[in-house]
């Protein structure tokens, strides 16, 4: 394969698990492949000279490809990068619109919910609602969500509305009123277990059952979870590819909860982890994502 890629990730997250899969995958494909990090880029308009952009203060030859791997940390300045280079021609797995729109729960479940896909119950508050429009709305235990982030943090179930009202006391305090929440429908027949499908160019690749550490009602691996094969069953396939299609995603990872022998999708992740992933299923990621940029480039 005759291709050059660069991987985008932040500075304090090259050496993961997943970053030394794809160095080494491409070492074995003969793919030119470098790590770099958006802040080492600058963007220079109007486009009359050759030098859009900059990498260390200098013009650089660009990549066939680029695998933004930032998810849900995307910064501003990462997404500004990522336009520059889709607007010059670079092949962006994924593209900057999905990145954006995937990174925020909400807009992804506006999506989502525009698409037709079965969602939990869900509602964006302020840490100042009356709980009684709470009680009107939901049952209890409900879960409560920052609108943008991964591994499972600062997400919680409370089971009543005095536990609530405390945990929106605590928020109200500790961001003056201003942090938007999540409030969501406790899918309890998915408690402490997911399905995680992988997305690759419009194809579910396999898919996981990944079960939370004890206690917990998180599944994510990250947190300390445990995965296992599951079968893809046409239902969850064509959930996990819709999803992905509706918020433009190239790569997608899929988090599905069961919901009384049917599904709904919790959230879609833009630049998964693979780790669990590839130990469940003995697939190989980033050989799947360069026979799908291989493909791509014609
Ligand atoms: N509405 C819900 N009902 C049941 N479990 C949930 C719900 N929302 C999230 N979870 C559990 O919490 C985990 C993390 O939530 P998720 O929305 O995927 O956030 P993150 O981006 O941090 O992974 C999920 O994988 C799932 O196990
Ligand atoms: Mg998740």
New binding site residues.
């Given amino acids: 394969m005759h291709m050059k890629i660069w991987i985008f990730a932040k500075k304090e997250k090259q050496k993961t698990y997943e970053n030394k899969r794809f160095l080494a995958e491409a070492e074995k494909n003969g793919i030119e492949m470098k790590l770099v990090t958006p802040e080492d880029f600058e963007i220079l308009e109007p486009r009359d000279s050759n030098q859009t952009i900059l990498y260390r203060h200098k013009p650089v030859a660009l990549p066939d490809f680029v695998i933004p791997r930032m998810g849900?940390g995307t910064t501003y300045f990462g997404l500004a990068v990522l336009r520059q280079l889709e607007q010059l021609g670079v092949f962006l797995l994924n593209h900057a619109q999905g990145i954006e729109s995937s990174k925020d729960?909400l807009e992804a479940t506006q999506i989502l919910a525009s698409n037709n896909i079965p969602l939990?119950k869900t509602m964006l508050a302020k840490s100042t609602i009356r709980t009684s429009l709470i009680k009107k709305e939901f049952k209890f235990p409900i879960?409560v969500?920052p609108v943008s982030?991964?591994?499972?943090?600062g997400?919680m179930l409370c089971e009543n509305i005095a536990q609530l009202q405390d945990v929106l006391e605590l928020i109200q305090k500790s961001s003056d009123g201003k942090q938007n929440i999540i409030l969501?429908?406790?899918?309890s027949d998915?408690?402490g277990?997911?399905i995680r499908v992988f997305v690759i160019g419009g194809r579910a690749i396999g898919a996981m059952l990944?079960t939370?550490k004890k206690g917990s009602?998180?599944?994510?691996f990250s947190a300390g979870g445990t995965v296992a094969p599951f079968p893809l069953s046409s239902e969850i396939e064509w959930l996990a590819v819709e999803s992905a299609k509706a918020l433009k995603l190239e790569i997608a990872g899929v988090?599905i909860?069961i919901d009384k022998g049917s599904y709904k999708v919790?959230?879609v992740?833009s630049s998964p982890y693979f780790k669990g992933f590839e130990a469940a299923t003995g697939k190989n990621i980033p050989q799947e994502i360069f026979q799908f940029a291989q493909v791509r480039l014609g």
């Fill in positions: 849900s729960k939990p879960v969500k982030g991964s591994e499972g943090r997400i969501q429908e406790f899918v998915s408690s277990k997911d990944r939370g009602f998180k599944a994510n988090d909860l919790c959230e992740n």
